[in-house]
């Protein structure tokens, strides 16, 4: 009953604090299915600037800056005490109850050329968190400046490579994820710049109660600081375009159209001579097209966070 009573007073708390975040920092987002600052409020942390890559592919992106101290102390997390420096957007509000539909996720990230790895200290530009804040999938930047996958739902956690340190900076990179929720029976897929480089099978979650976030936050700060005998760690700057949504994937790298259903065949015996029949057209019919109930069906299910 106490375990019960307490995990209902940690959810409450923080459904509570990512909602007065969210009115005191963009009130504009608080609606359901957008997102917010998530434990940052510094003016550096975060801005809508012109692409970095220059003019013609974008024209606003996302920027996200961390220096030392960027911590957080909130009843949902003290960041200082855990050893967290973050500037990150959280999707909100988090669900109430476990997820088990089917999801796509489709966003883009820069590195630029001066973007500075942290290692031994973790940065992880992506995650996906269950409903105690407890990463299950991160996208961070591994000792050799790769970008790797974590998959922290095994006990054990594993690392699947994304992208290569030599193509990692001075690039947009495109991710698509197509995502079910389960404890047992989901998958979780990446695609980077058009190629798949992911395809589990498996358990994606533990109480499935899933949410996105994503910028910058680095973890495990006094590694970095006992190896360069330093206090501070260096200032960090990546880039995103806002992140896409879908609960069908249409449009979306990855995405397979369901094949056309087989129209029924004339059930005429072996033995019947079929003559063709002379018809005169009095009137003209719009074309059927096979995918019209696909694409009526995802028409308006996107959303950016």
């Known amino acids: 009953m106490m375990a019960a009573s307490n995990n209902l007073l940690h959810r409450s708390i923080l459904a509570l604090g990512m909602t007065v975040l969210c009115l005191s920092l963009q009130p504009s987002l608080c609606q359901a299915g957008n997102a917010t600052r998530f434990l940052n409020s510094t003016e550096w942390g975060y801005q809508e600037v012109d692409d970095p890559a220059g003019p013609g592919q974008h024209e606003k992106v996302q920027r996200f800056e961390v220096r030392p101290g960027d911590c957080a102390i909130e009843r949902i997390s003290n960041d200082c005490k855990r050893e967290l420096e973050r500037s990150e957007i959280a999707e909100g509000p988090v669900p109430e109850r476990a997820l088990a539909e089917e999801q796509w996720y489709l966003w883009q990230i820069f590195f630029p050329e001066d973007y500075t790895n942290v290692y031994p200290a973790r940065s992880i530009h992506g995650q996906f968190l269950d409903h105690r804040v407890e990463p299950v999938w991160t996208f961070e930047v591994g000792s050799t400046g790769v970008l ?17 340190e030599d193509l990692l900076l001075g690039h947009w990179h495109e991710i698509s994820i197509n995502v079910k929720w389960s404890r047992d029976d989901g998958f979780f897929r990446v695609w980077v710049n058009g190629e798949q480089r992911v395809d589990h099978r498996g358990s994606t979650c533990s ?33 995103f375009t806002r992140p ?9 790298p990855g995405y397979v159209p369901p094949a056309p259903k087989e ?43």
């Open 263 to 305: 129209q029924p065949r004339d059930s005429a015996s072996d033995n019947e001579t079929i003559e063709p029949a002379v018809t005169v057209e009095t009137s003209v019919l719009p074309a059927t097209d096979p995918l019209a109930v696909e694409k009526d069906r995802g028409e308006g299910d996107d959303e950016r966070l």
């Open 148 to 164: 790797w996958l974590g998959n922290r739902v095994e006990q054990e956690p594993n690392y699947i490579s994304l992208i290569d």
């Open 244 to 252: 896409e949504k879908s609960a069908s994937g249409i449009g979306f």
């Open 207 to 239: 109480s499935c109660k899933v949410f996105f976030s994503y910028g910058i936050l680095r973890s495990e700060l006094s590694r970095f600081r006992s190896q360069f005998n330093t206090e501070k760690l260096p200032v960090q700057v990546v880039y």
